[in-house]
């Protein structure tokens, strides 16, 4: 249940607290409730890996017994407002849309950093827990470094994952990159401990940010969530079923997946449902439809938690074919639900996979060869795909969510380095 509270600013009463409390002891408490700020530039119903985590992490730091509020965008337009939800307290910031994106909305800065001024000084956070450097992020960093507040930085993203977004030519856009990366460390710079999903998102941060120690922490994953429970009955698909979740987005490159599809040996039988929405679905549909595939492919549009929870479980095989996956939370929750997997060989993802165990990898944007490694997964027993899926359950298990957010309360409390225990 969601109750929305209109107006120019936060309404809630903050917490007795003492406006003389020294900066040096806030976000050190070693036990005790926490008022945690977390600043999402994306954050639900917007669909996508960082605004999954944000929310699970409100969810479970509140399950901890934590007061949580939420820094993020407005998804409509109209003044500053405030949500209040079963996890946390949200702050919607004043946003207009962004021209070259579906639902991405922009807060601009003249606006944004006086309201984020104004909401830390209100409601005096323990700690601040920023998810990128943009828009809300930038204004969360910089307010939080003023008030000697301890901020904890998570980044999802890569600057080059704009590209498909920005109408400009080539290189252009490497200049861009350039400059966001710079920021990047700049900014992220000043939080108390960086952090991001993988090692290799780590590697590239100090890389290319500049950064001199980036903690990898994966996003976690509940695994017994995504097992069978007892007395349900699944619905089997009719045609052995590949599945496909995320944003419908140039750089998940759906329509490889649905060519691939088509090039698979017609005896298989082989379908594809695609769960999700995005810009790209009018193109995709189209596709779909010029290559026959009507009867084959299914555009399942969003779905909510507990049907998608059931997609995985009824699938066959799960295919990732994204290029620009610093994690992808939607394959660790296939790999949990104890799906064999094809994924692309590309940044976080060869990772999760052991070649011919759990899964394959592919040639990003190579449809024969995903093809090919469809037909591989099709080809054999349906018994031997249910071993390989009992590897991939044991695979996402090294990313224990509880792990996670243990990671992250400690940080909290002022820990300056987790030993993190999470694995490939």
């Given amino acids: 249940m969601v109750n929305v509270v209109p107006g120019e600013a936060p309404h809630e009463e903050p ?29 639900p119903p917007d669909v996508n890996g960082a605004a999954v ?12 017994g934590h007061e949580v509020h939420i820094a993020a965008a407005r998804t409509s337009r109209g003044p500053d407002m405030v949500e209040h939800t079963d ?38 956070p323990d700690v601040v827990h920023v998810q990128c450097h943009y828009m809300i992020g930038k204004a969360a960093i910089d307010a939080a470094a003023e008030r000697g507040l301890r901020t904890i930085a998570t980044n999802h993203f890569m600057p080059e994952n704009l590209d498909p ?52 922490l994966s996003n976690g994953i509940d695994v017994e969530n995504y097992r069978v429970r007892p007395g349900e009955v699944l619905a089997r698909p009719e045609r052995p079923t590949v599945l496909f979740v995320g944003r419908l987005a140039v ?41 026959g595939l009507g009867d084959r492919v299914r555009m399942r549009g969003h779905v909510d938690e507990d049907a998608l929870r059931l997609a995985y479980l009824e699938a066959d095989v799960f295919c990732q074919p994204g290029t620009a996956e610093l994690q992808s939370l939607v394959s660790l929750e296939a790999m949990s639900a104890g799906l064999p997997v094809v994924l692309a060989d590309a940044l976080a993802l060869p990772h999760l996979v052991e070649d011919g165990v759990n899964g394959y990898l592919f040639e990003p944007g190579n449809s024969a060869h995903l093809a090919a490694r469809l037909e591989q997964l099709f080809a054999v027993s349906p018994e031997q795909r249910i071993q390989m899926g009992e590897r991939s359950r044991e695979r996402a298990g090294r990313h224990s969510l509880n792990a996670t957010m243990n990671a992250f309360e400690k940080l909290y409390r002022g820990a300056d380095w987790i030993e993190s225990r999470h694995t490939p």
């Fill in 15 to 43: 917490a007795e607290k003492s406006t003389e409390q020294s900066t040096e002891n806030r976000g050190e408490h070693t036990t005790g409730k926490l008022r945690i700020l977390i600043a999402a530039d994306t954050y």
């Fill in 53 to 64: 985590f944000s929310h699970r992490l409100a969810k479970n730091m509140a399950a901890r």
């Fill in 87 to 124: 996890e946390a307290t949200v702050h919607r910031f004043r946003s207009f849309k962004a021209p070259t994106h579906e639902y991405i909305r922009l807060c601009l800065p003249w606006l944004v950093e006086p309201a984020m001024g104004r909401l830390m000084d209100e409601l005096q």
């Fill in 165 to 216: 977004f920005l109408p400009f030519p080539a290189w252009f856009r490497r200049i861009v990159a350039k400059n966001s990366w710079r920021d990047m460390g700049k900014l992220m710079g000043k939080a108390a401990v960086v952090t991001t999903p993988t090692p290799l998102a780590a590697r590239t941060m100090m890389e290319r940010a500049g950064f001199e120690k980036v903690l990898p």
């Fill in 251 to 291: 750089e998940k490159n759906v329509d490889v997946l649905i060519e691939a599809i088509a090039k698979t040996d017609p005896a298989l039988g082989i379908g594809l449902d695609i769960v999700g929405d995005g810009e790209q679905r009018v193109l995709l549909a189209a596709q779909i439809q010029e290559l």
